[in-house]
Nanobody, 123 residues
C-alpha cells in the first residue's frame, strides 16, 4: 500500500503563491496518474488538477492559468504550484493517486489519498 503525504500548505495573502508537494512511498509511482483535490468548509471535495504518467495534464476551470501540476518520477513526488491565489482557493488540499495511467476528475477513481494540507488565503 502506497502512502501519500502532502506538505507546503499555509496562510497566504490574496495574490500570493504557495507550492504544495506530495511525497509517495512505494513502487510503481511512474505508472500512476496523480491528482489534487480540495475541500472547502461546508462544500464537497472537488477536482483541482491531474497529471498522467506521460504528462497529460488536466485542470479545473477555476484554477486554469494560475495553478501548475508537475511530477518528478525520480523523487516520487507531485507538486502543485499555486499562483495568484484567491480567497475562494481556501480549502484542505488532498493528493491522490490511481494505478491507472490516465487522468480523471472523479475522486472515486483514485484509490490512495493523503491526509490533506490546509491552504488559507486571507484578504
Amino acid at each position: 500500500q502506497r502512502q501519500l503525504r502532502e506538505s507546503g500548505g499555509g496562510t497566504v495573502q490574496v495574490g500570493g503563491s504557495l507550492t504544495l508537494s506530495c511525497a509517495v512511498s512505494g513502487r510503481g509511482f511512474a505508472t500512476y496518474a496523480m491528482g489534487w483535490f480540495r475541500q472547502a468548509p461546508g462544500k464537497e471535495r472537488e477536482f483541482v488538477a491531474a497529471i498522467s504518467w506521460d504528462w497529460k495534464l488536466d485542470y479545473a476551470d477555476p484554477v486554469k492559468g494560475r495553478f501548475t501540476i508537475s511530477r518528478d518520477d525520480g523523487e516520487n513526488t507531485v507538486t502543485l504550484q499555486m499562483n495568484f491565489l484567491k480567497p475562494e482557493d481556501t480549502a484542505v488540499y488532498y493528493c491522490a493517486g490511481r494505478s491507472e495511467s490516465s487522468v480523471s476528475r472523479m475522486d472515486a477513481d483514485y484509490t490512495e489519498w493523503g491526509q490533506g494540507t490546509q491552504v488559507t488565503v486571507s484578504s
